[in-house]
């Protein structure tokens, strides 16, 4: 194998994740930008709870068949890429608040043991 190949086989592999990604993300980026200022969850401290609703509301427009933000233009899924990548960065460099209930819930238990029952019926 070539030298520089084997180093950058090592490396993170940006060219995996498709340039619409970072296209449809960086646009919802660029309406908060405009309205709150860039990166503005690094000056002031964001709570995790507050953008799971954000990304529960655009998913539940997605599912109604909605595909644009009616406010923004900019496609739901471009939203949801803004506010995962907001909050990802957030939590790296400390200004994440973790809100989420102090007891965890039984959602893991209950989504496995369905898909485990699914299973076993098909067999």
Not at 55 to 62: F, N, Q
Not at 79 to 100: K, P, S
Request: hydrophobic share 35%.
């Amino acid at each position: 194998m070539n030298p520089k190949d084997q180093a950058a086989s090592s490396r993170v592999p940006l060219q995996l994740l498709p340039a619409i990604t970072a296209i449809e993300g960086a646009k919802a980026c660029k309406e908060g930008a405009e309205k709150y200022g860039p990166y503005n969850w690094r000056d002031e401290p964001i709570t995790l709870m507050k953008y799971i609703g954000a990304l529960e509301r655009h998913i539940a427009r997605l599912k109604d068949g909605e595909d644009l933000d009616s406010k923004s233009g900019n496609h739901h899924l471009g939203h949801i890429i803004a506010t995962a990548g907001i909050v990802l960065d957030a939590d790296a460099c400390g200004t994440l608040i973790d809100d989420r209930p102090t007891v965890p819930g039984k959602a893991s238990e209950m989504f496995d043991a369905f898909e485990d029952e699914q299973n076993r019926s098909k067999k």
